[in-house]
């Protein structure tokens, strides 16, 4: 079984400043990662996905994310936050291919002038 | 290309009675999936479509819910009768059978609320 946990339900950064979102999944087999984000009254848009290839996956807008099998997290970064960031982010993680995502409860990404 | 397709965006209903919602996913897209998300969690999987036939249900509460994927295109998610809990967003998402079949795409949602 997977399971995904998102460290803080709200980050508030100043604009210009690191963007530091956290996820630890656990899988029982190797995992395939992702980052969502949702911005209000809207669907899910995928920032970036990890499926066994290099462990830096650098995504849109800006965003990257590491993945580290010792630490069995997957935390996203951005440089310098913008005020679009603003947002809510997912963490999901998923078995094989064309499985079910089970997804992480999110963390609400303010950003202040 | 065009998205996924979801109506309606938003419907309002009192308790026992019943509501449907529709999903149009990408074209050639054989795997469809249908997502409730309560407010302040993450979207929790209800059912797994694979072409017309169910791959997974087991979180669908059959009691009330019920998905049909007629032909393999589109697909109908009705609840009846309708309970306060079940006020959320239900998402639509789907996946082709091409080399990036973990890569799900997305609908806008439809907001439930159940008064």
């Known amino acids: 079984a997977q399971s995904v946990t998102q460290l803080g339900s709200h980050v508030s950064v100043s604009e210009g400043a690191l963007v530091l979102l956290r996820c630890n999944y656990s899988?029982?087999?190797?995992?395939?990662l992702f980052w969502y984000v949702q911005y209000p009254n809207q669907g899910l848009q995928l920032l970036l996905k990890?499926?066994?290839?290099?462990?830096l996956v650098k995504g849109i807008n800006g965003f990257e994310a590491e993945f580290k099998k010792s630490e069995t997290s997957f935390h996203l970064t951005k440089p310098s936050a913008h005020m679009s960031d603003a947002a809510e982010y997912f963490c999901?993680?998923?078995?094989?291919?064309?499985?079910?995502?089970?997804f992480g409860k999110g963390t609400r990404l303010s950003v202040i002038a | 290309e065009a998205g996924v397709a979801q109506s309606p965006r938003y419907k309002i209903i009192e308790k026992r009675q019943s509501v449907a919602f529709w999903c149009n996913p990408i074209?050639?897209?054989?795997?469809l999936y249908w997502y409730q998300q309560i407010l302040g969690q993450g979207p929790k999987l209800l059912i797994q479509?694979?072409?017309?036939?169910?791959?997974?249900d087991s979180q669908l509460p059959k009691d009330r819910f019920s998905a049909e994927r007629l032909k393999g295109v589109d697909s109908t998610l009705k609840i009846q009768p309708a309970k306060l809990e079940d006020s959320a967003v239900y998402l639509c998402?789907?996946?082709?059978?091409?080399?990036?079949?973990?890569?799900?795409?997305f609908g806008p949602g439809t907001r439930l609320t159940v008064t």
């Open positions: 990890y499926t066994s290839a290099a462990t």
């Open positions: 999901a993680v998923s078995a094989l291919t064309s499985t079910p995502l089970v």
């Open positions: 899988s029982s087999v190797p995992p395939y």
């Open positions: 479509f694979q072409n017309n036939g169910v791959v997974d």
């Open positions: 998402a789907s996946s082709s059978r091409g080399p990036k079949t973990y890569e799900q795409y």
């Open positions: 074209s050639g897209h054989a795997t």
